[in-house]
Protein backbone atom coordinates (compact mmCIF):
# COMPACT_ATOMS: atom_id res chain seq x y z
CA UNK A 1 0.00 0.00 0.00
CA UNK A 2 1.14 3.39 -0.79
CA UNK A 3 -0.12 6.90 -0.28
CA UNK A 4 0.17 10.46 -1.76
CA UNK A 5 -1.34 13.97 -0.85
CA UNK A 6 -2.47 16.42 -2.44
CA UNK A 7 -3.17 19.86 -2.09
CA UNK A 8 -4.35 22.60 -3.98
CA UNK A 9 -5.46 26.36 -3.72
CA UNK A 10 -7.10 28.43 -6.76
CA UNK A 11 -8.62 32.40 -6.38
CA UNK A 12 -12.30 33.38 -7.54
CA UNK A 13 -12.42 34.84 -10.63
CA UNK A 14 -15.46 37.23 -11.71
CA UNK A 15 -16.78 35.87 -14.77
CA UNK A 16 -15.36 32.38 -14.52
CA UNK A 17 -17.60 29.13 -14.02
CA UNK A 18 -17.47 27.16 -11.04
CA UNK A 19 -16.61 23.44 -11.37
CA UNK A 20 -15.89 20.91 -8.26
CA UNK A 21 -15.03 17.28 -8.65
CA UNK A 22 -16.39 17.57 -12.39
CA UNK A 23 -19.88 19.03 -10.84
CA UNK A 24 -21.40 22.18 -12.32
CA UNK A 25 -22.29 24.89 -9.52
CA UNK A 26 -24.48 27.65 -11.63
CA UNK A 27 -24.54 30.95 -10.29
CA UNK A 28 -21.51 30.64 -7.84
CA UNK A 29 -17.82 32.42 -8.96
CA UNK A 30 -15.73 30.38 -10.54
CA UNK A 31 -11.57 29.94 -10.15
CA UNK A 32 -8.88 31.64 -11.96
CA UNK A 33 -7.02 29.17 -13.81
CA UNK A 34 -5.63 28.12 -16.92
CA UNK A 35 -7.85 24.82 -17.14
CA UNK A 36 -11.34 25.43 -15.54
CA UNK A 37 -9.77 25.32 -12.39
CA UNK A 38 -11.18 22.38 -10.74
CA UNK A 39 -9.41 22.48 -7.63
CA UNK A 40 -10.63 19.60 -6.13
CA UNK A 41 -9.98 16.90 -9.20
CA UNK A 42 -6.26 19.10 -8.95
CA UNK A 43 -5.62 17.87 -5.43
CA UNK A 44 -6.77 14.39 -6.00
CA UNK A 45 -4.32 13.92 -9.48
CA UNK A 46 -1.69 15.00 -7.05
CA UNK A 47 -2.55 12.60 -4.55
CA UNK A 48 -2.31 9.79 -7.39
CA UNK A 49 0.75 11.17 -8.91
CA UNK A 50 2.39 10.77 -5.02
CA UNK A 51 1.72 7.85 -4.33
CA UNK A 52 2.88 6.57 -7.60
CA UNK A 53 6.38 8.78 -7.72
CA UNK A 54 5.12 10.05 -10.28
CA UNK A 55 5.72 13.89 -9.98
CA UNK A 56 3.06 16.03 -10.01
CA UNK A 57 -0.57 17.56 -12.08
CA UNK A 58 2.62 20.12 -13.61
CA UNK A 59 5.13 17.87 -14.82
CA UNK A 60 2.67 15.92 -16.55
CA UNK A 61 -0.57 18.52 -18.07
CA UNK A 62 1.82 21.79 -17.77
CA UNK A 63 -0.05 25.14 -17.64
CA UNK A 64 2.25 26.58 -20.09
CA UNK A 65 1.16 24.27 -22.54
CA UNK A 66 -1.80 25.65 -24.81
CA UNK A 67 -3.47 22.06 -24.66
CA UNK A 68 -4.56 22.47 -21.54
CA UNK A 69 -6.17 26.12 -21.74
CA UNK A 70 -9.58 25.63 -20.54
CA UNK A 71 -8.74 22.03 -19.77
CA UNK A 72 -11.93 19.94 -18.86
CA UNK A 73 -9.68 18.47 -15.52
CA UNK A 74 -12.06 15.26 -15.55
CA UNK A 75 -10.22 14.41 -18.83
CA UNK A 76 -6.45 14.99 -16.89
CA UNK A 77 -8.18 13.06 -13.86
CA UNK A 78 -9.11 10.23 -16.07
CA UNK A 79 -5.57 10.46 -17.38
CA UNK A 80 -3.98 10.67 -14.14
CA UNK A 81 -5.52 7.43 -13.50
CA UNK A 82 -4.46 5.72 -17.14
CA UNK A 83 -0.75 6.72 -15.67
CA UNK A 84 -1.49 5.30 -12.56
CA UNK A 85 -2.72 2.32 -13.71
CA UNK A 86 -0.07 1.75 -16.77
CA UNK A 87 2.95 1.80 -13.53
CA UNK A 88 1.22 -0.62 -12.14
CA UNK A 89 -1.10 0.58 -9.30
CA UNK A 90 -4.69 0.17 -8.69
CA UNK A 91 -6.40 2.56 -6.34
CA UNK A 92 -7.87 1.83 -2.99
CA UNK A 93 -9.83 5.01 -1.65
CA UNK A 94 -9.46 8.77 -2.01
CA UNK A 95 -10.14 11.29 0.50
CA UNK A 96 -10.35 15.14 0.10
CA UNK A 97 -11.69 17.83 2.11
CA UNK A 98 -12.77 21.01 0.21
CA UNK A 99 -12.12 24.34 2.05
CA UNK A 100 -14.10 27.58 1.64
CA UNK A 101 -16.89 29.82 2.95
CA UNK A 102 -19.00 29.39 -0.62
CA UNK A 103 -20.20 27.60 -2.12
CA UNK A 104 -22.10 24.95 1.34
CA UNK A 105 -21.18 21.72 -0.42
CA UNK A 106 -23.40 19.30 2.04
CA UNK A 107 -26.46 18.96 -0.56
CA UNK A 108 -23.87 18.35 -3.15
CA UNK A 109 -21.19 15.74 -2.14
CA UNK A 110 -23.47 12.79 -3.26
CA UNK A 111 -23.24 14.05 -6.44
CA UNK A 112 -19.49 15.19 -6.28
CA UNK A 113 -18.69 11.77 -5.12
CA UNK A 114 -20.21 9.86 -7.22
CA UNK A 115 -18.98 11.97 -10.76
CA UNK A 116 -15.72 11.78 -9.68
CA UNK A 117 -15.95 7.34 -8.92
CA UNK A 118 -17.53 7.05 -12.41
CA UNK A 119 -14.55 9.61 -13.95
CA UNK A 120 -11.92 7.04 -12.59
CA UNK A 121 -13.84 4.26 -12.15
CA UNK A 122 -14.12 3.55 -8.98
CA UNK A 123 -17.21 2.57 -6.61
CA UNK A 124 -18.53 5.77 -4.82
CA UNK A 125 -17.95 3.84 -1.54
CA UNK A 126 -13.96 4.42 -2.76
CA UNK A 127 -14.62 8.14 -2.89
CA UNK A 128 -15.00 10.45 -0.16
CA UNK A 129 -15.32 14.55 0.01
CA UNK A 130 -15.66 16.25 2.90
CA UNK A 131 -16.32 20.15 3.08
CA UNK A 132 -15.53 22.84 6.01
CA UNK A 133 -15.27 26.58 6.31
CA UNK A 134 -12.27 28.10 7.28
CA UNK A 135 -14.71 29.54 10.78
CA UNK A 136 -13.82 33.09 8.48
CA UNK A 137 -9.70 32.78 9.24
CA UNK A 138 -7.34 34.30 7.13
CA UNK A 139 -7.62 34.92 2.75
CA UNK A 140 -9.67 31.27 2.36
CA UNK A 141 -12.16 31.88 5.25
CA UNK A 142 -12.49 36.19 3.90
CA UNK A 143 -13.89 33.97 0.69
CA UNK A 144 -11.35 34.87 -1.54
CA UNK A 145 -10.96 30.98 -2.84
CA UNK A 146 -11.08 27.35 -2.44
CA UNK A 147 -8.38 25.18 -1.13
CA UNK A 148 -8.44 21.24 -0.90
CA UNK A 149 -6.48 19.00 0.63
CA UNK A 150 -6.56 14.78 -0.74
CA UNK A 151 -4.74 12.22 0.10
CA UNK A 152 -4.87 8.43 -2.21
CA UNK A 153 -3.78 5.26 -1.43
CA UNK A 154 -2.50 2.66 -4.02
CA UNK A 155 -2.00 -0.92 -4.54
CA UNK A 156 0.69 -1.92 -6.37
MG1 LIG B 1 -4.96 23.82 -9.73
Redesign the pocket.
Known amino acids: MRFGLGY???VFEDGRKLVLGGVAFPGETGLK?H?D???LI??IIDALFGAAALGD?GSHFPDTDEKWRDADSSDLLAEAVRIVAAAGYSIGNIDATVICERPRLSSRILEIRTRLAQIMSLDVSQVSVKGKTNEKMDDVGAGRGIVVHAIAALHH
Open positions: DSHASGDVHAI
